[in-house]
């Protein structure tokens, strides 16, 4: 089933939006599997992504990520934000972040916080709808709109290491590759 990408008039509520869990943690030989969600809307501003990960006491070098493809023959979206507050945008293997961050067309808004769950950490990410016209101009977010991609929340560190998906992947391939995305489509309700 596609996760639901809704569309906002305005500026978008979070608290609204459909929660992708990523609880798929295919490499995981301990315990430790960070409960971690996103949530992912378009309005008429642009790409907003909320991107929040249960850990107390993050490395600097975990990771929230999300890949989209929204053409097949474009090269694909990646966002990504760390705990110790970076924040990076690809398309393909060009790193645009610099770019984008100085022309004010992407932002990133890093919180923390705890609640019933636990403590927690992440952010609210923004990507202009002019960026998404010039780098995906054959894509339109409209009602019925699909596209795929996968949310990922992944480690390194060696104290903690960790690879997990919303959609199931092959961590040995890379992460945006065809066979590692599933189905998002845009609603309007």
Known sequence: MAFKVRLFPGEPDYETLHVAKLTTFPLEKR?????????????????SLQLLAFEAEPLPQSELRAVFRFTGDEPPLTLLIRADRSMRILRGAEDVTAVLVAAEAASLHMFTGEDLQGVFWGGNLFLSAAVMKTYYP???????????GNLYKLCEGPEKPHSGCFYPADFAKPLDAPENLGEFVVIDY
């Open 31 to 47: 315990d430790y599997k960070p409960y971690s969600q996103a949530r992912v809307c378009f309005s008429h501003g642009g790409l």
């Open 138 to 148: 054959r894509f339109s977010p409209v009602k019925g709109t699909a596209f795929t």
